[in-house]
């Protein structure tokens, strides 16, 4: 039942990109196919939010603990904040993004989930008592938030350079299509760096107190810690850019695509390598 969800929720999103793309392509029938647009979104992301409720109890996905169950509730988020600022985000190129970043998400879950589905169930319910306030809810949910926003910066980032690009190229077509505008997503952006950056924080303080409490090393060569503090400074850099050195919107646009590209590779690696996020290093 689960897997039919996930699978007919997966189908309904690849179909709204599609007609994303339709109306892109032929701006004048863009009445009609965004009425169908938004009915199949919400029915694809009430399929996406039952396939959560039918696996949520579930004593491993409480935890956030592994690459499967990471992806999973990173793919409903996105969902979740394109249609709580619909409004906001209702323009084809943005839906032609972030739609596929929600699809991409779910496929990555379920190829982790695959490729690690017995280790899955190998965790000691102790350790799902202990680790479950610090890694859930101080630490895991900062997480999950940090990657949300930046997977989200780097499209907004993606969509300025196009939409700049046309502009430039063929600035007749603003009268005929509407976009959002340079101003707004340059914006959003910066927003966006700063709610990764601010919850990034989180987690690295959260990681060092559990440390500090369990009596730990506060820091390791973990990959999921390097990556963490790496990607924290790279943030920091790309906001003194923008903030106190005035970088240019399309400069800090390239700059965003390369550091938050780089960001969800490495963590999709991380899962992909170490199985998942329970910093090994650190509970040895």
Request: with cysteine; proline share 4%.
């Amino acid at each position: 039942m689960t897997h039919l969800l996930a699978m007919s929720s997966i189908v309904l999103y690849i179909s709204v990109t599609v007609v994303y793309l339709l109306q892109l392509w032929r701006p004048s029938r863009r009445g009609r196919s965004t009425r169908i647009s938004r009915a199949a979104f919400l029915v694809a992301f009430v399929l996406h939010s039952a396939t959560i409720a039918a696996i949520a109890n579930e004593p491993r996905l409480r935890v956030l603990d592994n690459g499967a169950d990471y992806f999973l509730w990173v793919s409903w988020a996105i969902a979740l904040v394109f249609l709580v600022f619909r409004k906001r985000l209702a323009y084809p190129i943005v839906g032609a993004f972030v739609v596929p970043a929600v699809v991409a998400c779910m496929a990555s879950s379920s190829y982790l989930l695959h490729k690690d589905s017995q280790s899955l169930l190998d965790v000691a319910p102790g350790a799902r008592i202990a680790q479950g306030v610090w890694l859930s809810v101080l630490h895991g949910v900062p997480a999950l938030v940090s990657v949300v926003s930046l997977i989200l910066a780097l499209i907004v980032s993606v969509v300025f350079l196009i939409v700049e690009r046309a502009i430039k190229q063929r600035p007749a077509m603003l009268l005929e299509t509407s976009g959002p505008s340079l101003q707004f997503l340059d914006r959003l952006n910066t927003q966006l760096l700063q709610v990764g950056f601010v919850a990034i924080s989180f987690v690295i303080v959260s990681g060092g107190l559990w440390a500090v409490s369990e009596q730990k090393p506060v820091f390791s060569f973990d990959t999921s810690v390097l990556s963490g503090i790496i990607i924290w400074v790279l943030l920091a850099c790309v906001l003194h850019a923008r903030l106190v050195l005035q970088w240019s919107p399309k400069r800090m646009s390239r700059l965003t695509v390369f550091v938050t590209a780089s960001f969800v590779i490495s963590v999709f690696l991380v899962f992909a390598l170490a199985g998942r996020l329970t910093h090994a290093s650190l509970w040895s």
